[in-house]
T-cell receptor, first 112, second 116 residues
Framework: QQQVKQSPQSLIVQKGGIPIINCAYE??????FPWYQQFPGKGPALLIA?????SEKKEGRFTISFNKSAKQFSLHIMDSQPGDSATYFC???????????FGTGTRLKVLA | DTGVSQDPRHKITKRGQNVTFRCDPI?????LYWYRQTLGQGPEFLTY????????KSRLLSDRFSAERPKGSFSTLEIQRTEQGDSAMYLC??????????????FGPGTRLTVL
């Protein structure tokens, strides 16, 4: 069973801090790595995604860093705000299909 | 609103009853997915369609579960003889098969099922 391992399980930072969430994958055939943000009672919202032909991608305050040799990718949130408090999931498409395998999630709390 | 929509948003039922959920994908998206999410976990894949064809089903999808996508538009997920273990958030997502957003999955708000 292919897996995506996500850490930490929870994270508390002060406003303006830079939380970092990490994910590790197993299958080298994965070719697309999205991050989703989910608020309580809502569906996951696509935040940012990266393909393995680049090592970093930035969109606003969100950055994905990708390390193909280590089979790891991480999400950095610059200048974090209380409104960023949510659960974040990394995901990867299962090789040979289009379904996603999700990490177990990181619950982020940004203190005002 | 041109996002993925799901109906109902909440469903409370008694054990043994049948329930049906509906998903309307983004109109130009060919692929439609169903996931299940339990508290504190990431979404788990259940099944997906390309147009009207159901191309893959997870082992999580027991014979009490059935999904359809007639005419390749909206989809329904039915659970027969519900059990308390079926209590979860049922998420629908859709994605295009071509273009810049190829394979990006966009999720609906989910249907929260509670089985008493």
């Amino acid at each position: 069973q292919q897996q995506v391992k996500q850490s930490p399980q929870s994270l508390i930072v002060q406003k303006g801090g830079i939380p970092i969430i990490n994910c590790a994958y197993e299958n080298t055939a994965f070719d697309y790595f999205p991050w989703y943000q989910q608020f309580p009672g809502k569906g996951p919202a696509l935040l940012i995604a990266i393909r393995p032909d680049v090592s970093e991608k930035k969109e606003g305050r969100f950055t994905i860093s990708f390390n193909k040799s280590a089979k790891q990718f991480s999400l950095h949130i610059m200048d974090s705000q209380p409104g960023d408090s949510a659960t974040y999931f990394c995901a990867a498409p299962h090789s040979g299909t289009y379904k996603y395998i999700f990490g177990t999630g990181t619950r982020l709390k940004v203190l005002a | 609103d041109t996002g993925v929509s799901q109906d109902p948003r909440h469903k409370i039922t008694k054990r043994g009853q049948n329930v049906t959920f509906r998903c309307d994908p983004i109109s130009e998206h060919n692929r439609l997915y169903w996931y299940r999410q339990t508290l504190g976990q990431g979404p788990e894949f259940l099944t997906y369609f390309q147009n009207e064809a159901q191309l893959e089903k997870s082992r999580l999808l027991s014979d009490r579960f059935s999904a359809e996508r007639p005419k390749g538009s909206f989809s329904t997920l039915e659970i027969q003889r519900t059990e308390q273990g079926d209590s979860a958030m049922y998420l629908c997502a859709s994605s295009p098969t071509s273009g810049r957003g190829k394979n990006e999955q966009f999720f609906g708000p989910g249907t929260r099922l509670t089985v008493l």
